[in-house]
């Protein structure tokens, strides 16, 4: 296993003290399933008699932060690499959440015992640093083979409930089902309320990791539906179900269909890293990343609130689960969801909401929602130059033709299946054409100007600003030259200018 050299020296010096390190955690299942260890590494300190003589230890090799250390937990950082090194413990729930925990540390402890208050098999595995050995008390690695998460224990998996999201990311990051005793455990768990003590900012940990790790995030969505997560905690995602659509725009079938394929389509669109033109630092390109598959998630979330079937007999209905469902669809003659695109705004922003307070992200990803019917409608249009210009001042087009293509992909009909979005590729070519792909028009005056021409500062500058940013926007003006020259003679006239200010 290729370990960090510092690693290798403390678990040799821990040996000369008849002690051994093991590596816990995900770092171990990473290694063995082959994929890259790109997080802390989590050592477990077994055969110490105190956690000082830890420190001791661990001083020698850089400097320890004793912040954990009630806990038994100890941060070692050496060259801007950050190591944590424990003691074996047992955790026991004493009260809600998940502080609610009496921690009992002991070096004495065995690896088994130790692992036991661990969530999956696969996560309780370990690897003797020194003999170069693993440790796998519950089976983990028959549980890889047969592609399974499998919890360890009842008492303590329901003790943290943020293991069924965790269960959820998990399955479609690695492709995994569920063992049946788990999947049982995890229902149950839903059943009881227990998701819905769970802090948001804790869930919103795990649903980032399902949307930026997962190859088919659907995959987790599916499973939130199975165990009845969608219902309890997430109605917007849960009315996507059985919402009927236009076979002949989208035959693969309901809204909630429509949306699982097309969230993983975003997820390849996002993978085939040509859709990004610009190089986004690591943070902010998981930003850019999330508030696309966000948009792509929510896009129909307008649809169970505006779906209109026309039956056979000219009976016009509004979609409504409770009478539509027994209805038989091959009497609906029409379907339609006119303005989805807008009244998904509002579900899609309590939705986010409910997993975030991020105020500024949240309202990021509303206009691509609002404005995700665009590149079609202005493609069969052959929409003018000035209706792209202002489209611009909405919403980042380049954004927003990845989010409508996703929409596209995410359906089954013969020109979907052929992957070309002409009227994306459209959209894209004339914003380019026009500068305005990623940002509006900048005005092309500015107070400042106005000053310099002699205008007094009032409330009538915004009046001026904005019809000079009209003209732009039809294209009238296209220099600064030309604006000031525009502003120079309609307000800057000898009798126009003492009226007007
Ligand atoms: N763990 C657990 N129950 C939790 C959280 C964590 O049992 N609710 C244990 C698991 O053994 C897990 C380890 O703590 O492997 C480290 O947790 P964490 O760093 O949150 O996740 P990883 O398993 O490392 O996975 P990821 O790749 O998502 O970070």
């Known amino acids: 296993m290729n370990l960090p050299p510092l690693l290798e020296q403390i678990a040799k010096k821990l040996q000369q003290e008849n002690a051994r390190a093991v590596l816990v955690g995900g770092a171990v299942r990473d290694m063995i399933m082959g994929y890259a260890v790109n997080k802390d590494y989590d050592v477990e300190v077994y055969g110490l008699a105190s956690i000082l003589e830890l420190e001791k230890i661990l001083s020698a090799f850089g400097s320890v932060n004793l912040v954990g250390r009630s806990f038994g937990v100890l941060k070692l950082v050496h060259e801007e690499e950050e190591y944590d090194f424990s003691f074996p413990r047992l955790e026991k729930k004493t009260g809600k959440g998940h502080r609610g925990f009496d921690v009992v540390t002991d070096g004495k402890m065995d690896f088994e015992e130790a692992s036991r208050r661990r969530d999956f098999t696969i996560n309780a595995m370990g690897y003797d640093i020194e003999s170069g050995t693993f440790l796998d008390p519950f089976n983990g690695r028959r549980d890889m083979e047969l592609k399974q998460l499998r919890h360890i224990d009842d008492s303590s998996f329901v003790e943290d409930p943020l293991r069924v999201y965790r269960a959820v990311q998990f399955s479609a990051r690695f492709g995994y089902g569920l063992a049946d005793e788990t999947e049982k455990l995890c229902r149950e768990m839903v059943e009881r309320g227990m998701l819905e003590e769970l802090p948001k900012e804790r869930v919103y940990i795990e649903i980032k990791k399902l949307l930026l790790k997962a190859d088919r995030p659907s995959v987790g969505f599916e499973l939130m539906r199975r165990l009845g997560i969608t219902e309890r905690c997430f109605p917007e995602l849960h009315a996507l179900i059985d919402v009927p659509q236009d076979p002949e725009w989208h035959p693969e079938g309901d809204v909630w269909v429509h949306t699982m394929l097309s969230i993983d389509a975003m997820e390849r669109l996002i993978r085939d890293e040509s859709a990004f033109s610009i190089q986004y630092s690591a943070l902010r390109e998981e930003k850019q990343k999330l508030k696309l598959l966000f948009a792509v998630l929510c896009h129909d979330f307008g649809k169970p609130l505006t779906t209109i079937i026309e039956l056979e007999n000219g009976e016009v209905i509004a979609w409504d689960p409770s009478t539509c469902l027994a209805l038989n669809a091959e009497r609906f003659a029409r379907i339609r969801a006119i303005s989805h695109e807008k009244a998904g705004v509002e579900p899609a922003r309590s939705f986010i909401y409910r997993l975030t307070d991020e105020h500024d ?124 020259a525009y502003v120079k003679k309609k307000f800057c006239g000898a009798e126009t200018k003492s009226d007007l200010f």
């Not at 980042?396 to 995410?410: M, R, S, T, Y």
């Not at 013969?414 to 990623?438: M, N, Q, R």
């Not at 106005?450 to 500062?457: N, Q, V």
């Not at 009538?460 to 003209?471: A, G, P, S, W």
Request: with cysteine; proline share 4%; charged share 30%.
């Open 361 to 484: 992200f949240i309202e990021s990803i509303l206009p691509l929602i609002e404005h995700h019917l665009k590149p079609l409608q202005f493609y069969k249009q052959g929409a003018k130059a000035s209706a792209i210009r202002r489209l611009a001042t909405k919403v980042n087009i380049e954004e927003l033709v990845l989010v409508a293509k996703a929409d596209f992909l995410g359906r089954t009909t013969e020109e979907a299946k052929s992957a070309v979005f002409k009227a994306g590729e459209w959209l894209l070519e004339k914003a380019k054409t026009l500068k305005v792909e990623k940002k509006p028009l900048e005005c092309l005056v500015r107070g400042k100007d106005l000053i310099a021409l002699g205008l007094k500062p009032s409330p009538e500058f915004k009046t001026i600003l904005n019809e000079v940013y009209e003209l732009q926007m039809e294209g009238t003006l296209e220099t600064k030259e030309e604006a000031l």
